[in-house]
């Protein structure tokens, strides 16, 4: 099974992580790691590298951050290109990681990072564009 390490800004990876127990329960091999603005990247990169040390890695690694370019993908980033087998995406929120989090078994790596990007494009609507996607099933289903 793939590990995951889920890290953003503020509380962002504990919110996740809690939402995401209250809806699937327990889950193994996940660990949530804030950073705060209290925190410095040197502190970051000591609690990932002993969140890694943790977790099984076998299958692989996989560091799921909140946004492009900040400190949290910065360090995963670095982290990643250690070692094969490592991914890291950025961008997530609660519907990637409960649709990935569901799917990551007998995923590798590379896998579970190209089926999360179609998830996170999937998941990203908008209730007017959801109401039309509605309508146009709807009306394919009227026929004569």
Do not use: W, Y
Not at 45 to 66: H, K, P, S, V, Y
Not at 111 to 119: H, I, P, S, T, Y
């Amino acid at each position: 099974m793939l590990s995951i390490i889920v890290s953003g800004h503020g509380s962002f990876a504990s919110g996740l992580e809690q939402a995401m127990k209250q809806i699937l329960g327990e889950q193994p091999q996940i660990i949530a790691i804030d950073f705060p603005e209290t925190s410095s990247t040197a502190r970051l990169t000591g609690q990932f590298e002993e969140a890694i040390n943790r977790l099984d890695e076998r299958e692989g690694l996989i560091f799921l951050t909140d946004l492009l370019g900040g400190t949290p993908f910065r360090v995963a980033s670095t982290l990643a290109l250690e070692r094969p087998g490592r991914e890291v995406i950025t961008g997530i929120n609660l519907q990637l990681l409960l649709e990935m989090v569901l799917e990551r078994e007998g995923l590798n790596s590379s896998e579970f990072r190209q089926m999360a990007l179609e998830c996170g494009h999937r998941g990203l609507t908008s209730l007017v564009d959801e109401m039309a996607r509605h309508r146009s099933v709807e009306a394919a289903g009227e026929g004569i």
